[in-house]
C-alpha cells in the first residue's frame, strides 16, 4: 500500500509538460489568486514588472489574456502632473481639427479625412459638441 502512494502525483491538468506556461480555456481558469491587467486594474493594481505565470484563450485560440499572481502585483502609480498635461496634449491633437481649430469632445477623423466633418465635405456639426477656437486678439497685431 505504501508503494502505491508513493507513485501518486499530482499532476496539473492545464499545464503543458513542456515549461511553458499553463493555457486555460475562456471562463476555467478558477483560480482565485490570478488576474488579467484589466482585472489587476479594478482592483487598483498593476503587474509591476512580473512576468505572467499563464494564459487564457478564447475564440479557438485567436484571442488570449495574460494572467499575473495577485499577491505579487504593486498598487497602480498615481497621475503625475506632467503625465496629465501630456495625456491633455496628446487627446487634443486628436480632436482639433486644423482647418477650423474647433476643438471637439470626440476623436475626429484625421487619418482618414484629414479635418472635421463640417470642413471635410460640409456636414453642420452640432455647436454642443465642440468647444470653438478663441478669438484672435486685435490688441497683440498692433
Known amino acids: 500500500m505504501a508503494d502505491q502512494d508513493q507513485d501518486l502525483v499530482d499532476v496539473d491538468?492545464?499545464?503543458p509538460g513542456d515549461g511553458s506556461l499553463p493555457v486555460f480555456r475562456w471562463k476555467q481558469a478558477?483560480?482565485?489568486?490570478l488576474a488579467?491587467?484589466?482585472?489587476?486594474?479594478?482592483?487598483?493594481?498593476?503587474?509591476?514588472?512580473?512576468?505572467?505565470v499563464a494564459r487564457i484563450e478564447c475564440r479557438g485560440g485567436k484571442r488570449f489574456a495574460w494572467l499575473y499572481r495577485i499577491d505579487l502585483a504593486r498598487p497602480k502609480l498615481p497621475m503625475t502632473l506632467a503625465k496629465e498635461a501630456a495625456?491633455?496634449?496628446?487627446?487634443?491633437?486628436r480632436q482639433t481639427c486644423g482647418t477650423c481649430g474647433r476643438r471637439y469632445f470626440h476623436c475626429i477623423p484625421?487619418?482618414?479625412?484629414?479635418?472635421c466633418l463640417e470642413c471635410y465635405d460640409g456636414t453642420p456639426a452640432d455647436p454642443n459638441s465642440y468647444i470653438a477656437p478663441p478669438a484672435p486678439d486685435h490688441r497683440l497685431a498692433a
Do not use: I, V, Y
Request: proline share 8%.
Open 36 to 52: 488579467t491587467r484589466r482585472q489587476l486594474r479594478e482592483m487598483g493594481l498593476r503587474p509591476g514588472g512580473q512576468e505572467p
Open 30 to 33: 478558477g483560480h482565485a489568486n
Open 13 to 15: 491538468p492545464h499545464d
Open 87 to 93: 495625456l491633455d496634449k496628446a487627446m487634443a491633437a
Open 110 to 115: 484625421l487619418k482618414t479625412l484629414g479635418s
